[in-house]
Antibody, heavy 122, light 112 residues
């Protein structure tokens, strides 16, 4: 059974750096083809793809946010970490991590975490 | 503005069929068979309903089907049920700029 869970601060101040951790079980991020991605959703708005890391440590980022994002993995801990610098109130959103299976090539997500709401406010 | 265009809302009565469109370009929807659809109920995480244009994951009702023509993909829900009321998002692989994935703006389905 694949599960994912996001953790991190619920409130950050403008200009601070956000660090979110996705802890997962039921699969290994060392299995060929597997990936873990981050997607966010501002309140009442659409989903936005942020970043994805593959089993071989290949990383992909949203072009519009690439300069602010870093995604890393710790295979031994079954964790993926996303950092986002220079946070702004417009970054207020629910942040999800999600699993991309070995035949998905990172193009779709079949398991999602419950999401964590991050509010950016002074 | 989302990269993929969806209608803001659609509605239908129980038992009817509805179709949600998702329009992109030749760099995404039209160029690759990597269109997927997600269902999202209020306060819940998205759920994968269709992948690679027309494939259903295990456990998804066969009332849900997907198709594509040119730069437009479609999700059809037949035999509408009250539980189908939700937001639906399409997504696609895109080769524009840095290859990645883009989502549509979402469609609110109301079951009358």
């Amino acid at each position: 059974q694949i599960t994912l869970k996001e953790s991190g601060p619920t409130l950050v101040k403008p200009t601070q750096t956000l660090t979110l951790t996705c802890t997962f079980s039921g699969f290994s991020l060392s299995t060929s083809g597997v990936g873990v991605g981050w997607i966010r959703q501002p309140p009442g708005k659409a989903l936005e793809w942020l970043a994805l890391i593959y089993w071989d440590d290949d990383k992909r980022y949203s072009p519009s946010l690439k300069s602010r994002l870093t995604i890393t993995k710790d295979t031994s801990k079954n964790q993926v970490v996303l950092t986002m610098t220079n946070m702004d109130p417009v970054d207020t959103a629910t942040y999800y991590c999600a699993h991309s299976g070995e035949y998905s090539y990172g193009f779709y997500f079949d398991y999602w975490g419950q999401g964590t709401l991050v509010t950016v406010s002074s | 503005q989302s990269a993929l265009t969806q209608p803001a809302s659609v509605s239908g009565s129980p038992g009817q069929s509805i179709t949600i469109s998702c329009t992109g370009t030749s760099s995404d929807v039209g160029g690759y068979n990597y269109v997927s659809w997600y269902q999202q109920h209020p306060g819940k995480a998205p759920k994968l309903m269709i992948y690679e244009v027309s494939n259903r994951p295990s456990g998804v009702s066969n009332r849900f089907s997907g198709s594509k023509s040119g730069n437009t993909a479609s999700l059809t829900i037949s035999g509408l049920q009250a539980e189908d009321e939700a937001d639906y998002y399409c997504s696609s692989y895109t080769s524009s700029s840095t290859p990645n994935v883009v989502f549509g703006g979402g469609t609110k389905l109301t079951v009358l």
